[in-house]
T-cell receptor
Framework: GAVVSQHPSWVICKSGTSVKIECRSLDFQATTMFWYRQFPKQSLMLMAT?????????EQGVEKDKFLINHASLTLSTLTVTSAHPEDSSFYIC???????????FGSGTRLTVV | GEDVEQSLFLSVREGDSSVINCTYT??????LYWYKQEPGAGLQLLTYIFSNMDMKQDQRLTVLLNKKDKHLSLRIADTQTGDSAIYFC???????????FGDGTTLTVKP
């Protein structure tokens, strides 16, 4: 079955530093990758949609200069949280979609804590 | 825009059936999904149904779709403590396209 690897699974960083989260589809080529932020009351917020070789499409209200998304290949997308602040602390989840499968394959998530 | 709604909490006893309900607004939804999220993990696709289907059964899971009312349900038979998780309903117009997710239903199974 389709597998998506997301790293790191948790990270603690100091306020003002940048953090990179990697999302990799291991056994399939992803048509599209999505990045979500999940809040403590469980709802998922779509941050952006990315396709290989093109600029990510950000949802309204998401700062593209703060949350940099790079989709370098059909199997790899990265999210960089720049100049992180405590309010950026959250659970970030990526997902990948392919015409070969129905639905999304999700990564295991990254717990970011900014101190 | 599209909207997907589900109740936030459901509590059942072990061995009972669980029914999680979902409503959506987009009449052009073609693909409807149920995902499961266990604590501290990503989401896992449980099952899906196409808009031209009324029902789909997969072992203990039964999905019912009422397209007229835009209502989707997930029934879990013989619910076990391992079924305790958050269940998300989602819809999409295209496969591999953007999906709209509900806010999730937290299922608690009591022994």
């Amino acid at each position: 079955g389709a597998v998506v690897s997301q790293h790191p699974s948790w990270v603690i960083c100091k306020s003002g530093t940048s953090v990179k989260i990697e999302c990799r589809s291991l056994d399939f080529q992803a048509t599209t990758m999505f990045w979500y932020r999940q809040f403590p009351k469980q709802s998922l917020m779509l941050m952006a949609t990315s396709n290989e070789g093109s600029k990510a499409t950000y949802e309204q209200g998401v700062e593209k200069d703060k949350f940099l998304i790079n989709h370098a290949s059909l199997t790899l997308s990265t999210l960089t949280v720049t100049s992180a602040h405590p309010e950026d602390s959250s659970f970030y989840i990526c997902s990948a979609a392919s015409y070969s499968y129905y639905g999304y394959t999700f990564g295991s998530g990254t717990r970011l804590t900014v101190v | 825009g599209e909207d997907v709604e589900q109740s936030l909490f459901l509590s059942v006893r072990e061995g009972d059936s669980s029914v999680i309900n979902c409503t959506y607004t987009d009449s052009s939804s073609t693909y409807l999904y149920w995902y499961k999220q266990e604590p501290g993990a990503g989401l896992q696709l449980l099952t899906y149904i196409f808009s031209n289907m009324d029902m789909k059964q997969d072992q203990r899971l039964t999905v019912l779709l009422n397209k007229k009312d835009k209502h989707l349900s997930l029934r879990i038979a013989d619910t076990q403590t391992g079924d305790s998780a958050i269940y998300f309903c989602a819809e999409s117009n295209t496969n591999a396209g953007k999906s709209t997710f509900g806010d999730g239903t937290t299922l608690t199974v009591k022994p």
